[in-house]
């Protein structure tokens, strides 16, 4: 059972561009969160979702932020217009069910130049 | 919302000391409290999780203890291992699981031999 996958790994955008970050939960897991920590930092829950529904969304930005989770096919958090503060590691974990433990993929870390 | 204050933020003991890092929260609906490890540039890892019905939890060398009416919960370390070196996060959730997490800042723990 692969673990949460993440793509890609790093990803460079410069200011202006759109950042695109993919998540494969857990096989059987159909909850899904992303979590942005910055350098030195903890991390921040930013959005809960579940297969085509956005649960929580209460820690996502009011702008240029969105995530979606299909009913086919991973998990995407959507970044437009990047500026040099959205560079962070962006991590996305998975559960089977609400209130069980999470599972962290890698992370994509995103660098705004 | 939930406040989530993680002491000390730096920590370094002698290989085979006991390590104690300790969280306050300030939410007093959170009933889930989990604990990452995370090595340098490497995903969260659940170490050991303790929900608010029980006070201790103990997974071999690792435990932790937990005060609902304090609103505090530790984690204790004993026979520190140089492969114990890492940054510890503890968190807290009142949906029972990974929803709307809310982490420590972290502490770096130093195992030194």
């Known amino acids: 059972n692969a673990g949460v996958m993440q793509n890609p790994r790093h990803l460079v955008r410069r200011r202006g561009q759109e950042a695109r970050l993919r998540c494969s939960p857990m096989?059987?897991?159909?909850?899904v969160y992303w979590y942005r920590q910055l350098p030195e930092e903890g991390l921040k829950f930013m959005v809960y979702?579940?297969?085509?529904?956005?649960?929580?969304e209460s820690g996502m930005p009011k702008e240029r932020f969105s995530a979606e989770f299909p009913k086919e096919g991973p998990s995407i958090l959507r970044i437009q217009q990047v500026v040099r503060g959205d560079s962070a590691a962006y991590f996305c974990?998975?559960?089977?069910?609400?209130?069980?433990?999470?599972?962290f993929g890698q992370g994509t870390r995103l660098t705004v130049v | 919302g939930e406040n989530v204050e993680q002491h000390p933020s730096t920590l370094s003991v002698q290989e085979g000391d006991s390590a104690v890092i300790k969280c306050t929260y300030s939410?007093?609906?959170?009933?889930?409290f989990p604990w990452y490890k995370q090595e340098l540039g490497k995903r969260p890892q659940l170490i050991i999780d303790?929900?608010?019905?029980?006070g201790e939890k103990k997974d071999q060398r690792i435990a932790v203890t937990l005060n609902k009416t304090a609103k505090h919960f530790s984690l204790h370390i004993t026979e520190t291992q140089p492969e114990d070196s890492a940054v510890y996060f503890c968190?807290?959730?009142?949906?029972?699981?990974?929803?709307?997490?809310?982490f420590g800042k972290g502490t770096h723990l130093i195992i030194q031999p």
């Open positions: 979702l579940q297969k085509e529904n956005i649960i929580d």
């Open positions: 968190a807290a959730s009142p949906g029972g699981g990974a929803d709307g997490l809310t």
């Open positions: 939410d007093s609906a959170s009933n889930y």
């Open positions: 303790i929900r608010s019905n029980v």
């Open positions: 096989k059987g897991h159909s909850h």
């Open positions: 974990a998975s559960s089977p069910r609400q209130g069980t433990e999470a599972f």
